[in-house]
């Protein structure tokens, strides 16, 4: 397996698509096993797909570009813009709730830093933001939308590690808003020491807050929705995703009325690229997850790490970090379908609820995507506010240092993440 390892990072710093290198050496490590007949990677690409569960990503890919093709994003940003206007740095807290609440249309971080920095981008740099600082905003505001339901990530985790999907979505509501309080907070901090002034002089007002709020009920609703539908047993989770996109076309038909077929065409093939995308990685990594149980690398790496510590901390503690480090060289979706399949029984190993995990593990990847080297939101966001690397990293650490402390305080404090969860299914 050393060798499979040493070839798949040898690919990627070689610059081929992270796909095409999991398949080709996930392939090598056929090559290496005389006793496996060479037919087994092939049976295994197309068996990798086969889980019904996983029919929960192409639809809520789907009902999430739907979402956003009904007008419901010019709402929510208005909404946002009501409720933040009097705050310092005005426009940049407005990008922090607007991922809050974008949290149940995207999905992604990725799809949510790139709609902002262009919605919102523009407007901060004609108010005197930095470019820079704005790419940042954007960039890590949309991590929020991980947590919320219905995150792709936490459904992914669910899908391989055979964990509760209802239970991950209900677990990432309380770190959700606990990230949208900690990013308002260094918001109102760098903005007070740059001076970026509020958009308004004084609180909105209860008549402007209601209607922008009744304005927007369909996206906030949603997760509510989807919740609710999986606590009582009305859904499954792949049911659920069917639910979610039956429910995108009612609010863009008969809500909004906006939904058009020129609009609805859009929305099918940027969720074929997506799901295209997804689907093959997951395809291909599943030669990669046989090599991981062939090898029996969770029952080698669950003694390697009792052998530092019985505590279940620390040991969460490293292989956290591990995490976020590996993040910032692979993508946060490759991540999740490589080592899931090797750390949900590690984590059961040593007590640690699976749930509890998950949640962090998909936030503490997640966050790789806005560091450098390869962060892939990063990149995005400086290049659609065309800012420099280097004035990107000067400007992210007081956001970076915020999200560090969402996750140590949901590594020390586990009902964080398991108080909803518990209480809504037991």
Not at 47 to 52: A, Y
Not at 323 to 335: A, K, N, P, Q, R
Request: glycine letters at 8%; charged letters at 10%.
């Amino acid at each position: 397996m050393l060798l499979v390892l040493i070839v798949f990072f040898a690919l990627l710093l070689l610059g081929m698509p992270v796909a095409f290198a999991i398949g080709i050496s996930g392939f090598l490590f056929f090559v290496q096993q005389p006793e496996l007949p060479l037919t087994m990677p092939v049976q295994l690409i197309l068996s990798g797909t086969q889980s019904f569960s996983l029919l929960a990503i192409p639809l809520f890919i789907f009902a999430g570009n739907l979402l956003n093709n009904t007008g419901i994003t010019s709402r929510l940003v208005k909404f946002a813009s009501v409720l933040t206007g009097h705050m310092r740095g005005g426009l940049a807290q407005t990008s922090v709730v607007l991922s809050t609440l974008m949290g149940g249309v995207t999905g992604s971080a990725i799809a949510d830093s790139s709609m902002e920095a262009r919605i919102l981008g523009p407007a901060m740099t004609k108010r005197g933001y930095a470019r820079a600082y704005s790419a940042v905003v954007h960039g890590f505001s949309a991590l929020i939308t991980i947590a919320i339901p219905p995150g792709i990530g936490l459904v992914l985790y669910g899908s391989i590690g055979e964990v509760s999907i209802g239970r991950l979505f209900a677990g990432g509501i309380v770190p959700g808003l606990l990230m949208m309080t900690l990013l308002m907070i260094a918001v109102s901090i760098t903005s007070g020491k740059k001076g970026y002034l509020p958009e308004r002089e004084k609180r909105a007002s209860y008549k402007e807050i209601i209607p922008a709020f009744f304005s927007s009920i369909w996206a906030i609703f949603f997760p509510i929705l989807l919740l609710v539908a999986l606590r009582f047993g009305l859904l499954i989770p792949s049911e659920a995703g069917a639910f979610a996109a039956v429910y995108a076309l009612a609010v863009g038909l008969l809500a909004y009325r906006e939904l058009t077929w020129k609009k609805f065409v859009s929305a099918i093939r940027y969720t074929l690229m997506d799901v295209g995308m997804i689907m093959f990685l997951i395809a291909l990594s599943s030669l990669f997850s046989y090599g991981i149980t062939w090898e029996m690398i969770p029952q080698t790496l669950s003694q390697l790490l009792l052998g530092i510590s019985e505590n279940p901390y620390v040991i969460t503690g490293i292989i956290l970090l591990f995490l976020l480090l590996l993040g910032m060289f692979i993508d946060s979706t490759v991540i999740i379908l490589l080592l899931t399949s090797i750390l949900v029984p590690v984590m059961s190993n040593i007590g640690v609820d699976l749930v509890h995990f998950g949640v962090m593990m998909v936030i503490t990847c997640a966050t790789g995507l806005l560091t450098p080297p390869v962060g892939l939101a990063m990149y995005s966001v400086c290049s659609i506010m065309r800012c420099s690397l280097e004035d990107y990293v000067r400007e992210a650490w007081p956001f970076l240092i915020a999200t560090i402390i969402l996750i140590v305080l949901m590594l020390l404090f586990p009902q964080i993440i398991l108080f909803i969860p518990n209480l809504i299914f037991g």
